[in-house]
Nanobody, 124 residues
């Protein structure tokens, strides 16, 4: 089994920054893609960003391009999401996912494991 633990969420004013971390542990086998999704109250979970094992493939939702940056440290089995120029509409619970084989990084049902999420609240 694999466990994912997100951290780094909190309350921040609009225009501020936060860095989320997602640490994977357990029976991790081989290379994996790390992804971030978010879910705002009353809305469906949506894709935010994803990064392949060696970083050769990086994906962002249009709504966060230019403001969020995904990165990873494979030696630590950790994926990060640096969020800048935050807006109130970025308020959501942020989840990280791990996928071994994936066709569409924006589809949450293609991820094998999920963390419990971390709350990000952006005040206006």
């Amino acid at each position: 089994q694999v466990q994912l633990v997100e951290s780094g969420g909190g309350l921040v004013q609009a225009g501020g920054s936060l860095r989320l971390s997602c640490a994977a542990s357990g029976r991790i086998s081989g290379s994996w893609l790390g992804g971030w999704f978010r879910q705002a109250p009353g809305k469906e979970r949506e894709f935010v960003s994803a990064m392949s094992w060696k970083g050769g493939n990086i994906y962002y939702a249009d709504s966060v391009k230019g403001r969020f940056t995904i990165s990873r440290e494979n030696a630590k089995n950790t994926v990060y999401l640096q969020m800048s120029s935050l807006k109130p509409e970025d308020t959501a619970v942020y989840y990280c996912g791990l996928a071994y084989i994936i066709d569409d990084v924006t589809k949450e049902d293609q991820y094998d494991y999920w963390g419990q999420g971390t709350q990000v609240t952006v005040s206006s």
